[in-house]
């Protein structure tokens, strides 16, 4: 059975940095795209950051330049290095796997093919 489990959230001041970490079992984590995604309180969902089997990385506008995604395959691990951090990236991070390895649309009627870990909560005060 597929399971994603997050960790590393907490609550940090305007400007600081939290790394959060995922553990992956239950799949072929070396050929599974893997990514991270973040709801606040009363938004939509998003996609945070991406990355593929081949390492191809994907960011949001709002964060790119100030968060950093990676992977480590022996470990079945994906980590998303946070800094800088704003108020507005208060929210809830899910750890996401993808089987299609980037083919499948992150559109919300796909998110179905999505694993998805229960999430860890990142809370940054001004």
């Known amino acids: 059975q597929e399971q994603l489990e997050e960790s590393g959230g907490g609550s940090v001041q305007t400007g600081g940095s939290l790394t959060l970490s995922c553990a992956a079992s239950g799949m072929v984590f070396e050929i599974t795209a893997m990514g991270w995604w973040r709801q606040a309180p009363g938004k939509e969902r998003e996609l945070v950051a991406s990355i593929t089997s081949s390492g191809a990385l994907n960011y949001a506008d709002s964060v790119r330049g100030r968060f950093t995604i990676s992977r480590d395959n022996p470990k079945n691990m994906v980590n998303l290095q946070m800094t800088t951090l704003r108020p507005e990236d208060t929210a809830v991070y899910y750890c996401?796997?993808?089987?299609?390895?980037?083919?499948?649309?992150?559109?919300?009627?796909?998110?179905?093919?999505?694993?998805w870990g229960k999430g860890t909560l990142v809370t940054v005060s001004s």
């Open positions: 996401v796997a993808d089987p299609s390895d980037g083919i499948t649309p992150t559109t919300p009627q796909y998110y179905g093919m999505f694993y």
